[in-house]
Nanobody, 115 residues
Framework: QVQLVESGGGLVQPGGSLRLSCAAS????????VYWHRQTPGKQRELVAF???????NYADSVKGRFTISRDNAKNTVSLQMNSLKPEDTAVYYC?????????WGQGTQVTVSS
């Protein structure tokens, strides 16, 4: 059974930092491209960042320079380090793993940026 489990969300003040983790089980994780998406009520799910199996990364313009995605294949995890957080970063954050036509989602973790 494939599972992706996000953790690390919470409430943080503007300018603060959070580190999200996505832990995978049931798949050969290092084959997969792993994405972080986010969604707020009434809006479409937005791609935040992704990392390829080779470790290449890509970011949405809105988070470039503030967020860093990384992976540890030995631990089957992908992390999203989020710095200089803004209220507009408030959303549910989801990880997704994709490879060879297979696509798996986690259940999401809430990030709230507010004073």
């Amino acid at each position: 059974q494939v599972q992706l489990v996000e953790s690390g969300g919470g409430l943080v003040q503007p300018g603060g930092s959070l580190r999200l983790s996505c832990a995978a089980s049931g798949i050969i994780f290092n084959n997969y491209v792993v994405y972080w998406h986010r969604q707020t009520p009434g809006k479409q799910r937005e791609l935040v960042a992704f990392i390829t199996s080779a470790g290449n990364t890509n970011y949405a313009d809105s988070v470039k320079g503030r967020f860093t995605i990384s992976r540890d294949n030995a631990k089957n995890t992908v992390s999203l380090q989020m710095n200089s957080l803004k209220p507009e970063d408030t959303a549910v954050y989801y990880c997704r793993a994709a490879y060879n036509g297979r696509n798996y989602w986690g259940q999401g973790t809430q990030v709230t940026v507010s004073s």
